[in-house]
Structure formats: C-alpha cells, structure tokens
C-alpha cells in the first residue's frame, strides 16, 4: 500500500511538474547569461540601461533619492506574464487573460508594504506580456519622463503612504513582482516572479536659506507695467527654491498680474521671457475666443446654429439627427452625444484615436453618437473642438489662422507665436499653440478686462459672460464647473474663497484670471503625461503664489 501511494505522489507531481512547463504562447526565454544569473531577481540603476548592454557593475546596492533623482528597474523573468498567469488558471485562454489580469506591483519600506496595486490591462502591451521575460522601465525619470504606466505607479505609491514612509535618512525599498487576474468578484495572485531591495539614503525634503535666493528684476512689457505693490517676498523665494530643487517638477514659467500690472515673473528650466511654450490644452480657450469675436461679427449667428448648418452630414458614418442638431453650444460646453471621452481609453472618440488619422474632422464626424448618454452630460472630448475650428475656419474671411492674427492676436501685440496644424493644414484647436508665458498673461488679463485692450474692445463683454458662466457641473469633482472652454474652481486661502476660471493643458499649464481678486496667474509647465503636472501646481497656488499676493 505504502509504494502503491508512493506511486501516486509520483505521477501527482509529475503531472503538475508538466502542466507548470506547458506555456500557453512562447516568450522570448531566458536571453543572456546575465538574465540567467538573476532570476528572480529586481535590479535598480540610475538611469535607462538597455537590457542587452547590462552588467553587474551597473546594479545599485546604495542610492541617494533626492527629488531630481532618476530610478530605473529591470526585473529578470524566468518566464512571461501570459505563462505566469496561465498557470493561475490554465483552462483560461491567452485572449481572456489578457483581458483579466496583469501585473502586480508592491512596494515596501523597511519592510512595511506600503502601496500594492493590480495593473489594469492595457499596458504594458499585449505583446510584452506574452512574450517579455525581462522588463526594464523607469520608477522615476525627471529627464524625459511622460507618464509611462510604471512612472504612474510610482506616483500613486507616493501619494499612498510613500511619501510619509520615505522619510529624510535611510531606508530599505524593495518591489516585488507578481502575476493577478480577476475572477468573478476577486482577484488570484500567483507566486513572486521578481523582488529586489535597494538602500536609499532620502534627502526629499531639502531646506533653504532664503537670503541667498534671488527673485528676478521685472522689466516693462509691451501694454504691461511693473507693479511696486507688496507681496510676500519670502513665500515666493521659498517656492522658487523647492522649484530649482525639484520639488515641484518640470515648472517653467511663473506670472502674476496684479491690477493690470506684473508683479511677479520667474522662469525655470532652460526657458526664458521669449521661449515660446506648448500649453497643450490652455489653446483649446482660444477657439472660445474666436467663436465669440466671430459671432460678434455676424460670420457666425450664434452658438446655437447646429453642425447640419455647416456639412452635409449625409455623407459622414453614423449619421443621425442627433448628430445634426448638435450644436457648437454643445461642443464649447464639452456637452454634446458624440461618443467621445478622452477620459475613457476604450471610448471610440477619444484623443488618442484621432491622432492616427489622416482627417480629424472627418474622424469627429464620422464617430457614432451616445443615445444612453444623458443629455448635456459632460465629457472631455477634444475632437468637438477640432470640429470647431474647422467650423471657424470655414465660416471666416481668410481662414482662421488670418483671422485670428487680425482679430486676436495683433490687438494683444502678440507677434511671436506658432500654431500646429491639423493634416489638412488648419491651425489645431485641439491645442499646442506656443506663445510666450507673458504673452498667455496678457491674453488672461484681456478676459479680467472684460475682452477690452488698450481701449479696444476684443472680445465683447457679453460673450466673456457666458464663457464665465458656470454651464456644466464637473462629475467627479467638488464644486468645479465649465464654461465656454473654460474651467471654473474656488481655491479656500486663508479661509478667504478665490474663485478662478481658468484654461488648462496637460503638463500643468494654466492661465488662472480671479474672479474677486484683481490676479491673473500663469503657470507654464512641462510635465507632459505626469500625474503630478496639475496636483503639483494646485498645491503651489494653495501654499505659496496666492498666500503671498493676496491682501
């Protein structure tokens, strides 16, 4: 009996022996001598080594963090992430995998899980997870950074407890890799793939002698005085140093107008008064301005008119009356039933899909419309705004980009600027136009003015009305709005509330014109596709910019 078990253990283990050696696609095996030294094994560098060009003396055991810091991870595999979670669930095919599972990254400190999360599928690609068996991405890169899933990891483990955890002084890190997927209503995680520890010496919080710290001598600008008003010298000496530390990450520009003067202007990083800077979205407000000025000028009768007044839909996919009714109201208010959510990766409209065409317009007009949305539901949806320059574009004299250099751009005394163009060479609404920061300044001291320059009415009062009217609740958020193109939020500042519209780009881009108080606010910025761009100029206009101009 006891040989007969015997046996039976045998073949037990044998057949799971085999069914954890059956793969489910084939991965790119074990590639180098190296790899198969370190198996198992997460390693971290100071910066972006290809894989094949690796070597030990390259493998960090010590590492001074600071915020200008880069880290980088390489995790050798025996395997790749399709296989691991193949043998979670081996009757689940590698479609449905892929669709239900992914990577699980942890990370501790000094031995103390901190932040754990469940990758969504999506990235890294398909073809990485089924066939990687080393990965190698940046935690942290302040060089050239977008945004890659794992610099967003990063960033979330910060906000989750990292930031408290990581302490000036020494501490262990280590990461730990693991494959998930999702079953029904849970999750089933497998064995470690990878882990690795790394010694850090943390200097995150560095501190200044504001003494030494200079604020830069403003100079006049053309329709701008210097203001001699009071501010708090210190607070702005204390930001401009946790800026050249890298606290605050990939600034650029910071200008304030103080009843119509400027008061504070500094630059960073390599840019100065004449860069011209790409906002990103901050340019997609300009076309709420030309449609104003437009309609002003009777090219265009007024919000209202619907897109069947500008095409012949009849020749578009998806065609339907919802879609010819759908109003330029509806696209400058981000409100129409286009199903389109740049928000939303998976939406048929978003952004991103866009791009790989060879005709946005045609991409927006073509896109099926959402009958299940509720109506006037809000939703950021950047090809209704190409669509309305397209429709600018056709209904003014000139073409839109004569227009708005006549119209917008010269009474400003904005010369130096430069548009990027949608592929059949119209000037891109979306966003992207570069001006000079202080040029962006005078153009939100232009909307405090009431639209009026130098005596000159611009844009008229009664269209910057609108604009500044809250049309459409934010979801999601606490008491924030949208205009015509333009966000609206309150910032509490010693227990005082500032009310803000505002246009904003993705990097932390922003040009701020208060409501109740006499500021314009510039903030040019280069974080592009970082999660810190927008919290981490919130929290400089919170804690330094405002305390420090307001009465």
Same mark, same amino acid.
């Given at each position: 009996?006891? /040989?007969? $078990? $015997?046996?039976?253990?045998?073949?037990?283990?044998?057949?799971?022996?085999?069914? &954890? /050696?059956?793969?489910?696609?084939?991965?790119?095996?074990?590639?180098?001598?190296?790899?198969?030294?370190?198996?198992?094994?997460?390693?971290?560098?100071?910066?972006?080594?290809?894989?094949?060009?690796?070597?030990?003396?390259?493998?960090?055991?010590? =590492?001074?963090?600071? @915020?200008?810091?880069?880290?980088?991870?390489?995790?050798?595999?025996?395997?790749?992430?399709?296989?691991?979670?193949?043998?979670?669930?081996?009757?689940?095919?590698?479609?449905?995998?892929?669709?239900?599972?992914?990577?699980?990254?942890?990370?501790?400190?000094?031995?103390?899980?901190?932040?754990?999360?469940?990758?969504?599928?999506?990235?890294?690609?398909?073809?990485?997870?089924?066939?990687?068996?080393?990965?190698?991405?940046?935690?942290?890169?302040?060089?050239?950074?977008?945004?890659?899933?794992?610099?967003?990891?990063?960033?979330?483990?910060?906000? /989750?407890?990292?930031?408290?955890?990581?302490?000036?002084?020494?501490?262990?890190?280590?990461?730990?890799?693991?494959?998930?997927?999702?079953?029904?209503?849970?999750?089933?995680?497998?064995?470690?793939?990878?882990?690795?520890?790394?010694?850090?010496?943390?200097?995150?919080?560095?501190?200044?002698?504001?003494?030494?710290?200079?604020?830069?001598?403003?100079?006049?600008?053309?329709?701008?005085?210097?203001?001699?008003?009071?501010?708090?010298?210190?607070?702005?000496?204390?930001?401009?140093?946790?800026?050249?530390?890298?606290?605050?990450?990939?600034?650029?520009?910071?200008?304030?107008?103080?009843?119509?003067? $400027?008061?504070?202007?500094?630059?960073? @990083?390599?840019?100065?008064?004449?860069?011209?800077?790409?906002?990103?979205?901050?340019?997609?407000?300009?076309?709420?301005?030309?449609?104003?000025?437009?309609?002003?000028?009777?090219?265009?009768?007024?919000?209202?008119?619907?897109?069947?007044?500008?095409?012949?839909?009849?020749?578009?996919? @998806?065609?339907?009356?919802?879609?010819?009714?759908?109003?330029?109201?509806?696209?400058?208010?981000?409100? /129409?039933?286009?199903?389109?959510?740049?928000?939303?990766?998976?939406?048929?409209?978003?952004?991103?899909?866009? =791009?790989?065409?060879?005709?946005?317009?045609?991409?927006?007009?073509?896109?099926?419309?959402?009958?299940?949305?509720?109506?006037?539901?809000?939703?950021?949806?950047?090809?209704?705004?190409?669509?309305?320059?397209?429709?600018?574009?056709?209904?003014?004299?000139?073409?839109?980009?004569?227009?708005?250099?006549?119209?917008?751009?010269?009474?400003?005394?904005?010369? @130096?600027?430069?548009?990027?163009?949608?592929?059949?060479?119209?000037?891109?609404?979306?966003?992207?136009?570069?001006?000079?920061?202080?040029?962006?300044?005078?153009?939100?001291?232009?909307?405090?003015?009431?639209?009026?320059?130098?005596?000159? &009415?611009?844009?008229?009062?009664?269209?910057?009305?609108?604009?500044?009217?809250?049309?459409?609740?934010?979801?999601?958020?606490?008491?924030?709005?949208?205009?015509?193109?333009?966000?609206?939020?309150? =910032?509490?500042?010693?227990?005082?509330?500032?009310?803000?519209?505002?246009?904003?780009?993705?990097?932390?881009?922003?040009?701020?014109?208060?409501?109740?108080?006499?500021?314009?606010?510039?903030?040019?910025?280069?974080?592009?596709? &970082?999660?810190?761009?927008?919290?981490?100029?919130?929290?400089?206009?919170?804690?330094?910019?405002?305390?420090?101009?307001?009465?």
């Amino acid at each position: 009996m006891r /040989s007969f $078990l $015997l046996v039976i253990i045998c073949l037990i283990l044998s057949f799971n022996l085999f069914a &954890q /050696s059956e793969d489910i696609v084939k991965s790119k095996g074990i590639k180098s001598k190296l790899h198969e030294a370190n198996v198992g094994r997460i390693i971290f560098t100071p910066g972006a080594v290809d894989a094949d060009n690796l070597s030990t003396s390259d493998f960090l055991t010590e =590492y001074r963090l600071t @915020n200008k810091s880069d880290l980088f991870f390489t995790a050798f595999m025996a395997n790749s992430l399709t296989n691991y979670m193949h043998r979670l669930s081996p009757e689940i095919s590698a479609d449905s995998l892929a669709r239900t599972g992914n990577f699980q990254f942890s990370l501790l400190v000094d031995g103390k899980l901190i932040y754990k999360s469940n990758l969504l599928p999506g990235a890294p690609s398909r073809e990485i997870r089924d066939t990687e068996t080393i990965l190698s991405k940046p935690l942290i890169n302040n060089l050239n950074g977008e945004g890659l899933w794992s610099e967003s990891f990063w960033g979330r483990f910060m906000r /989750s407890g990292g930031a408290d955890a990581l302490t000036d002084g020494r501490h262990l890190l280590r990461m730990e890799i693991r494959p998930y997927i999702h079953l029904g209503q849970t999750d089933k995680t497998g064995d470690l793939m990878a882990a690795g520890d790394l010694c850090l010496e943390v200097y995150l919080k560095p501190k200044f002698d504001l003494s030494v710290i200079d604020l830069s001598k403003i100079e006049p600008y053309e329709g701008l005085e210097v203001s001699r008003e009071k501010f708090d010298r210190n607070n702005i000496k204390e930001l401009k140093g946790n800026i050249e530390a890298g606290v605050f990450k990939k600034i650029n520009g910071i200008i304030v107008i103080k009843n119509n003067k $400027l008061l504070i202007e500094e630059y960073f @990083n390599g840019e100065t008064r004449d860069s011209l800077h790409d906002p990103r979205s901050v340019g997609k407000s300009f076309a709420s301005s030309l449609i104003g000025i437009a309609i002003d000028a009777g090219y265009i009768e007024n919000e209202y008119k619907q897109l069947k007044d500008f095409y012949d839909l009849s020749k578009n996919a @998806n065609n339907s009356a919802l879609k010819e009714n759908t109003s330029i109201y509806q696209l400058i208010t981000m409100s /129409s039933s286009f199903d389109g959510n740049d928000e939303d990766g998976s939406s048929p409209g978003n952004e991103e899909n866009m =791009y790989e065409t060879a005709d946005w317009v045609k991409f927006a007009l073509d896109l099926p419309m959402n009958s299940k949305q509720p109506k006037g539901h809000w939703h950021y949806f950047t090809a209704g705004v190409v669509l309305l320059g397209d429709v600018l574009n056709k209904s003014v004299p000139g073409g839109l980009e004569k227009y708005a250099d006549e119209m917008l751009f010269k009474p400003l005394g904005i010369t @130096n600027y430069k548009w990027q163009y949608t592929p059949q060479g119209v000037p891109n609404t979306a966003g992207g136009i570069r001006l000079k920061a202080i040029d962006f300044a005078k153009y939100g001291q232009l909307y405090k003015n009431g639209g009026v320059w130098n005596g000159k &009415q611009i844009i008229s009062k009664k269209w910057i009305d609108k604009t500044f009217m809250k049309q459409k609740f934010l979801p999601g958020r606490d008491n924030e709005f949208y205009g015509y193109l333009f966000w609206n939020k309150t =910032y509490s500042i010693n227990q005082k509330k500032c009310e803000a519209w505002y246009c904003a780009g993705n990097g932390g881009n922003y040009i701020f014109v208060f409501k109740d108080q006499p500021l314009v606010i510039v903030i040019t910025a280069s974080a592009y596709g &970082q999660v810190y761009g927008h919290t981490q100029v919130h929290k400089m206009m919170e804690q330094y910019i405002l305390p420090a101009v307001i009465d």
